[in-house]
């Protein structure tokens, strides 16, 4: 009983702490959109913190295209009138190419997080930033402690009229899809409903329904703002987490107590709102470095609400399996400290997290969440001007760090199911 009261106390200290840092860059440098000089000095600050407690710390820089991850939704606004002058003008194989072209990087920029369309669009650099943490002894496992400290654009629909989230998404994409489908059924299906008309008479209404969906799909255009949230709580307080985490077990080593077979990694990528592209240039420069141990990644995002806290089980709108091995083994632990939680999969055209680019490379992978996710629920706060420190639950902090913790040290003493 006394035990779990002090690991309460410290987990709360260190909740705090994670919070004060988490206010201070904020204070110092506001929204952090990568590329950016504020996103930079960021990482700067977060790597001066992590080598005051690490055997270690880098700062690793990459080549990324911005623009391009969000950039297919303005392809679309522009893609749907050319198709549909196409199809008026009874050319409906253009039109049908003009569609198809747009469903396909959509597909491929936000169903999977391909790099289709990227080098269209400005490059940029981003910056990451880990510690590592030695074990006395031989290297037997590696955990990779991860959150991101670039923020998102803020998304205007979840600012202006949240209520109407789901209908705009949903009427400007459905009339792109529909769009496809009256042009892929003119080019092989026409001749089945031919009338006397110039067109065949469904066709006309079709194409007269689809320029009346003009508005709906041109109204996508306005999705995104080019400002920048705070990104408190996605998810600079995560990369802040990763500093006391590092700070936790430097004072643990200097104690006597260091970890003896667990390598611990703790990284802050930068990219992730841009589609993960900092953590897979982070797992695809070090993959080779995690051959022949065990090897797992906690990746946290959005911790907001403790109420709400579960491990993912997918990523990428479901298209990469996570490992359900280790969101059980985190569930059973979040249990034994008296937390709620549970794990589910990501649900479908709500995104990806960086875990995702750690299970691509073979790693044992989970995020944390604590937050309704979902397409009808989020958190009210989520990519708005709203995402300030105040507006993240310490509980939430507090469990995220006792977790971790407790799910590295099982590591540590080959304590896992």
Request: aromatic content about 12%.
């Amino acid at each position: 009983m006394a035990k779990a009261k002090m690991e309460k106390l410290q987990g709360s200290k260190l909740a705090r702490q994670a919070l004060e840092r988490t206010a201070r860059l904020i204070n110092a440098y506001g929204a952090r959109l990568t590329g950016t000089p504020s996103c930079t000095a960021t990482a700067k600050e977060l790597h001066d913190e992590l080598k005051a407690y690490t055997d270690r710390a880098e700062l690793e820089s990459f080549k990324l295209h911005p623009g391009a991850f969000l950039g297919w939704i303005k392809l679309l606004v522009l893609f749907y009138p050319v198709a549909v002058l196409f199809l008026w003008i009874d050319l409906p194989l253009f039109g049908l190419l003009v569609a198809a072209s747009g469903l396909g990087i959509m597909v491929m920029e936000f169903f999977l997080y391909k790099e289709i369309i990227d080098r269209l669009y400005p490059s940029a650099t981003g910056v990451n930033v880990y510690g590592v943490i030695e074990p006395a002894g031989p290297v037997e496992h590696t955990i990779i402690f991860s959150g991101h400290h670039d923020s998102a654009r803020v998304f205007n629909f979840f600012t202006n009229k949240p209520s109407l989230y789901i209908l705009r998404i949903g009427s400007g994409l459905g009339f792109y899809i529909a769009l496809f489908v009256i042009a892929l059924t003119r080019v092989f299906w026409g001749d089945l409903f031919s009338v006397s008309l110039p067109h065949n008479a469904l066709f006309l209404v079709g194409t007269i329904i689809l320029t009346l969906g003009l508005p709906f799909v041109g109204h996508l255009w306005f999705f995104a703002s080019k400002e920048g949230t705070p990104g408190a709580g996605d998810n600079l307080i995560s990369s802040s987490i990763a500093v006391e985490l590092a700070r936790y077990f430097s004072v643990s080593k200097s104690h006597g107590n260091p970890l003896r077979r667990t390598r611990l990694i703790l990284a802050s990528f930068d990219g992730e709102e841009a589609g993960l592209r900092g953590a897979r240039a982070f797992f695809n420069r070090h993959r080779h470095e995690f051959q022949n141990q065990s090897v797992w990644n906690f990746n946290v995002d959005c911790p907001y609400y403790a109420k709400d806290l579960f491990f993912l089980t997918s990523d990428i709108n479901g298209s990469v399996k996570l490992s359900q091995k280790m969101a059980t083994e985190c569930v059973g632990i979040a249990h034994s400290m008296g937390y709620d939680a549970f794990s589910q999969p990501i649900a479908f055209l709500t995104g990806g997290t960086d875990a995702a680019e750690a299970a691509k490379i073979g790693v044992e992978a989970v995020t944390l969440m604590a937050m309704p996710w979902g397409n009808k629920e989020r958190a009210a706060v989520y990519h708005t001007p709203d995402d300030v420190p105040s507006a993240i639950d310490p509980v939430a902090v507090e469990e995220t760090l006792s977790i971790a913790i407790r799910f590295i040290e099982k590591v540590d003493q080959n304590e896992l199911q």
